[in-house]
Every structure is written in structure tokens, then in C-alpha cells.
């Protein structure tokens, strides 16, 4: 399964690129990654365009709340079901608001705070890291 992560621009400061850079780098052992940027203050009509053809996922404080085991399962659901991508939309500084629901497949939170961007990047692409290090038995993960 192939994975497309979908930002609003890309990441300004060094720590946050070199920390996605590096994720992306783990993750390519396992599957295939593209992370596409959007310019600043794309509606979600831009994310349905970059994303076409894939199950769509969207982070936003009002989603679903998973666990990394629980995120793991639904990857492995996923890849047993046969989906070919999946995107992952990230929005910018103003979120996607409730308009994005009908739009996506899914809608998760990455937990109770709100975070920027180039982080919720980090953490995202660190959690796909992490459910590949699972399925391969990789000692990363401590539950």
C-alpha cells in the first residue's frame, strides 16, 4: 500500500524538515511515501484533487482518536482489503473545519492538543513509521 501525505506548504524550520526527511527516509524501507505540498490557504478542493484515487484521511482536532496499536490494525485492514493509497490531508494554520467530513474516507486527531502543521507532519509520519516497524517486528515499538 502506498502512502501520499497531503500538507500546506512545506516545512519552514530546520528541525521539521530534517525530522520528516528522516522519517520519510525509514519509511520508503517499507512502502511507498509521497508527501505533496499545497500552497498556503488551499481549500479542500485542492486536497480532493491531490488525492484522487486514494482513501482519503483527514487530521483534525474533531476526528477519531487512535492509539498506535489500534492505527496498526487499521493499516493491516487496509492492505488485507486491498486499497492500493491512502492520503492523508494535513491543513494549515486555520484547520479544514467541518467541511472536510464529507470529503474524506476518515477524520483522526492526533490527540487533544492542537498542533502545527510541520509538527502534526512529524507526528504522522512518525506513527506510519512506527505501524511499519510493528508488522515487520522491528523492536521500535514498546507498547
Known amino acids: 500500500m502506498k502512502w501520499r501525505i497531503i500538507t500546506t506548504g512545506k516545512p519552514s524550520f530546520v528541525w521539521s524538515r530534517d525530522a520528516a526527511g528522516e522519517y520519510e527516509k525509514r519509511i520508503r524501507r517499507f512502502t511507498a511515501l509521497s508527501v505533496v505540498s499545497l500552497k498556503a490557504g488551499s481549500d479542500v478542493a485542492a486536497y ?3 488525492s484522487e484515487g486514494c482513501f482519503r484521511i483527514a487530521l483534525d482536532e474533531r476526528g477519531l482518536s487512535l492509539n498506535t496499536l489500534a492505527l496498526y490494525d487499521r493499516v493491516m485492514a487496509w492492505e488485507q482489503e486491498g ?3 491512502v492520503s492523508v490531508w494535513i491543513g494549515g ?3 479544514f473545519g467541518e467541511a472536510v467530513k464529507p470529503h474524506v474516507d476518515l477524520t483522526l486527531r492526533l490527540g487533544d492538543f492542537t498542533l502545527m502543521h510541520e509538527l502534526a507532519l512529524v507526528v504522522w509520519l512518525e506513527q ?3 505501524v511499519y516497524t510493528l508488522k515487520e517486528n522491528i523492536p521500535y515499538h514498546r507498547p
Open 93 to 95: 494554520s486555520d484547520g
Open 83 to 85: 486499497t492500493k493509497e
Open 128 to 130: 506510519v513509521y512506527r
Open 48 to 50: 480532493q484533487k491531490a
